[in-house]
């Protein structure tokens, strides 16, 4: 398996991880082979990232970090939150509780986690699977930080509907891709106190939980919102969710902004280490993110091209890359692997979708 662009399809790919539809439903299943109109249909819907069979990666296997099943319930379950909360002002804590037992089994039964696969986004459900990635990511710190179940609960509710009050903001502003104006960055920034004030409301969920949500942009150099707070006056659980929260919106689309490539995003949320977040919770949620995600297509300092196969977790910037070339005959294609961690004067430069 190896991830690739959408924009970088072509006829005659092979889907090797299955893609749903905003409502849930199968768009394309493991094994269908592409076509123009198929891609074409991708690419309408803002789908930026698939996977693909081939067979010099068929062997390669890219796990999630909580089961399909869980990662697509919990994603319907965001937008019918969304559509109620739209209709009657209130959404299902039952079902809220319920999903959020589940992505907290999946992690804390896992033995060893690295994050490497990025959840196939279209533009229409992406607000409702990144709060399903902000939720599973924070559980993943959370766990590694051996926090309480009761803690680690409160903060998964909290991450799961840390987006809750952007359903009263305008709908233009949270489909907006480029940057915001000053006017309208003022109106973004009210989502996290009227989320605070909507779960506050909720007698049968944590208090801590509503703080997740008023507290999840602020930032320890008191420059954050909504009340700039500062240093030790944001809750922890609070900044756990605020370092996920900015690692997800940096390898993803979202409102205001566009994505940059994971080790891009890496280099950018270890700059912020002691200024908006605590250096040592950003070192110990890196030390759970891959760098250069197994399937990604990588440059090395030898200037040839392959893909990640393998992670090195002690040493994330020194992943195991897959090299190919071809032979005198054009079928004839040679296999190289590279082990960064044994070939020391080999360096990864850049990385491709």
């Known amino acids: 398996m190896r991830r690739a662009n959408v924009q970088n399809l072509k006829t005659g790919d092979v889907i090797d991880r299955t893609i749903y539809t905003d409502q849930g439903l199968i768009l394309l299943g493991r094994g269908i082979t592409l076509n123009d109109s198929y ?31 869980h990662r697509r319930d919990t994603t319907m379950l965001i937008k019918h939150v969304s ?11 039952v079902g809220i509780k319920t999903a959020v037992y589940n992505i907290v089994e999946d992690i804390l039964g896992a033995k060893e986690i690295m994050l490497n696969l990025a959840d196939m986004r279209s533009a229409d459900n992406q607000i409702y699977s990144h709060a399903v990635s902000v939720c599973a990511l924070s559980t993943v710190l959370g766990k590694a930080l051996d926090l309480k179940r009761g803690h680690l609960e409160a903060m998964a509710v909290g991450a799961l509907l840390h987006e809750i009050g952007t ?58 919102y909504p009340r700039q707070l500062s240093g030790n006056q ?55 993110v891959a760098v250069y995600p197994i399937g990604s297509t990588v440059k090395l300092s030898t200037g040839e091209l392959g893909v990640v196969v393998r992670q090195n977790n002690s040493l994330p910037l020194r992943p195991v890359v897959r090299v190919y070339h071809n032979g005198d005959d054009e079928a004839d294609i040679k296999v190289r692997e590279y082990d960064l961690v044994k070939d020391l004067s080999i360096l990864v430069v850049d990385m491709f979708e």
């Open 234 to 288: 944001i809750h922890l659980l609070a900044q756990i969710v605020g370092i996920v929260d900015f690692y997800d919106n940096l390898i993803n689309d979202g409102p205001g902004h566009e994505r940059v490539l994971h080790n891009e995003a890496c280099e950018l949320l270890m700059a912020c280490a002691g200024d908006l977040f605590q250096k040592d919770l950003i070192v110990t949620f890196l030390r759970h």
């Open 167 to 224: 359903t009263k903001l305008p709908k233009y502003l949270m489909n907006k891709r480029t940057p915001f104006t000053a006017e309208e960055s003022l109106i973004y920034q009210t989502h996290a106190q009227i989320g605070y004030d909507i779960l506050r409301g909720k007698k049968n969920l944590s208090i801590l939980s509503a703080h997740v949500v008023l507290q999840h942009h602020e930032w320890l150099n008191g420059c954050g």
């Open 83 to 93: 559509n109620e909360m739209h209709v009657k002002n209130d959404f299902d804590v």
């Open 39 to 69: 891609i074409s249909k991708l690419k309408q819907m803002g789908i930026t990232i698939v996977y693909l069979d081939d067979d010099q990666t068929r062997d390669v296997v890219i796990n999630d970090i909580i089961t399909e099943n």
